[in-house]
């Protein structure tokens, strides 16, 4: 068996929790790690007829900005490229872009930022 690196671990923990975090508020969650071509969407959720593109980020040190400003441009780009895939796939639908920011892992200490930017 191979092991996980620490960072994908902790990615996945992160990601687990955001999706708990947001199915408590009411989300449903559609699909966890969706890859193609153009990169990687973490979760996949529906709020209502909304297709809601989540990107998790853990920073436990914010020396650098935070988890916040790790979603650079040249990230969004990647986001809204494997949004656009999947919509093209699963069919065209409202969707927003949203944002788990963590620095822990604790279900107390998320900020969820909804329309995190635009496509």
Not at 6 to 11: A, F, P, R, Y
Not at 29 to 50: A, H, P, Q, W
Not at 61 to 89: C, E, V
């Amino acid at each position: 068996m191979i092991a996980q690196d620490k960072t994908s671990s902790s990615g996945a923990e992160a990601e687990k929790l955001a999706a708990i975090h947001l199915q408590q508020h009411g989300l449903i969650l559609v699909s966890t790690n969706y890859r193609c071509r153009f990169g990687e969407i973490d979760l996949i959720m529906r709020e209502g007829k909304t297709i809601v593109f989540v990107e998790v980020r853990l920073r436990k040190n914010t020396d650098f900005g935070g988890a916040a400003y790790s979603i650079t441009p040249a990230k969004q780009k990647k986001l809204i490229l494997t949004a656009t895939h999947y919509l093209q796939q699963h069919g065209d639908s409202a969707c927003r872009f949203d944002a788990i920011l963590m620095k822990n892992f604790d279900l107390h200490d998320i900020e969820w930022i909804r329309n995190a930017f635009d496509a």
